[in-house]
């Protein structure tokens, strides 16, 4: 990859998990922030994530902990307006000044937005959130989707 990424994500279902196992998958360092006990929709996280825990289980405290730990933030979305966790942390980019993204399916060129995002910012701990997959079914694979031709992208640059 050309530019060297630290994956944050908080774990849950959808965008996060999808951002944790594209990490795994393609030997990209990850880390973050889940709530105290692990806790996702699905049931405790597993193990191989390797996120820390923090001290409850508050998810608006993992949320802000993953922004503040993270030089940027996407937030994706397969509608148009991001809603619950993912909006929160659009909110908490801002206050922290911190530069933040929000795509949805309706973008054109969502590789490219997120390698010029990266570029712009310069960004090494890229924190990647969105909407559960409950609330948005698909976005999991949407976000794999999306994931997989940025490192194309990246790759091209780097030859």
């Given at each position: 990859m050309a530019l060297k990424l630290v994956i944050i994500s908080g774990g849950q279902t959808g965008a996060d998990?999808?951002?944790?196992?594209?990490?795994?998958?393609?030997?990209?360092?990850?880390?973050?922030?889940?709530?105290?006990?692990?806790?996702?929709?699905?049931?405790?996280?597993?193990?191989r994530y390797k996120l820390k825990e923090t001290?409850?289980?508050?998810?608006?405290?993992?949320?802000?902990?993953?922004?503040?730990?993270?030089?940027?933030?996407?937030?994706?979305?397969?509608?148009?307006?991001?809603?619950?966790m993912a909006q929160k942390t659009v909110t908490f980019a801002r206050k922290m000044k911190k530069p933040c993204l929000h795509l949805h399916r309706g973008v054109l060129g969502v590789s490219e937005k997120v390698v010029g995002f990266l570029e712009k910012h310069y960004v090494r701990r890229l924190n990647v959130v969105g909407s559960s997959e409950t609330k948005e079914p698909g976005l999991y694979d949407w976000v794999s989707e999306v994931l997989d031709k940025t490192k194309v992208v990246l790759d091209q640059q780097g030859d």
């Open positions: 998990r999808a951002a944790l196992d594209w990490a795994l998958k393609n030997d990209v360092p990850h880390g973050g922030w889940c709530p105290q006990g692990r806790l996702a929709l699905d049931g405790a996280l597993d193990a001290p409850t289980d508050d998810e608006l405290e993992r949320t802000e902990w993953n922004v503040r730990d993270s030089e940027a933030s996407v937030v994706f979305s397969l509608g148009e307006k991001a809603s619950g």
